[in-house]
């Protein structure tokens, strides 16, 4: 076993799917994203790509608000992780969105385009800075 990997049972706290539902938001954004981007430039169906963002948007809702709760958490770790980890995703979501509008995506498609790569941006880091925090000392 890993120095560094816990051993079962020493600290193991149950913490909320904090990691879950930020993924499973993940996933509804990168599947409406595919579903726009087979469009462009043309106009895409805008329903289905709605009802994935806004799937997503209750998901990071729902993770953050547990994510508020976990009492006796690394919250300095979490911090530090997810920092370094938004920026690098708003830089893949900022060359993301210039792609859509340098295709000419324009008006209700780019709206939410842009809202879905705010998810992308926030939930992948979110994912990353919980699963390392989980692990770490608490502050």
Not at 69 to 86: D, E, G, Q, S
Request: proline residues 5%; contains cysteine.
């Amino acid at each position: 076993m890993s120095a560094h990997a816990p051993e079962l049972g020493s600290r193991y706290q149950p913490v909320p799917p904090v990691g879950w539902l930020s993924t499973g938001a993940l996933a509804c954004v990168v599947v409406g994203g595919i579903l726009l981007a087979s469009y462009a430039p043309r106009v895409a169906p805008l329903a289905a790509a709605t009802t994935l963002l806004v799937v997503a948007a209750v998901l990071m809702v729902i993770a953050g608000t547990l994510l508020t709760r976990i009492k006796n958490f690394a919250w300095t770790t979490f911090a530090l992780v997810f920092k370094w980890a938004l920026l690098a995703y708003a830089i893949t979501a900022g060359m993301i969105e210039f792609a859509f509008v340098h295709d000419h995506t324009r008006g209700s498609s780019l709206v939410i385009v842009t809202l879905m790569l705010v998810i992308f941006a926030s939930s992948v880091p979110t994912t990353i800075a919980f699963t390392v925090a989980r692990f770490a000392e608490a502050n």
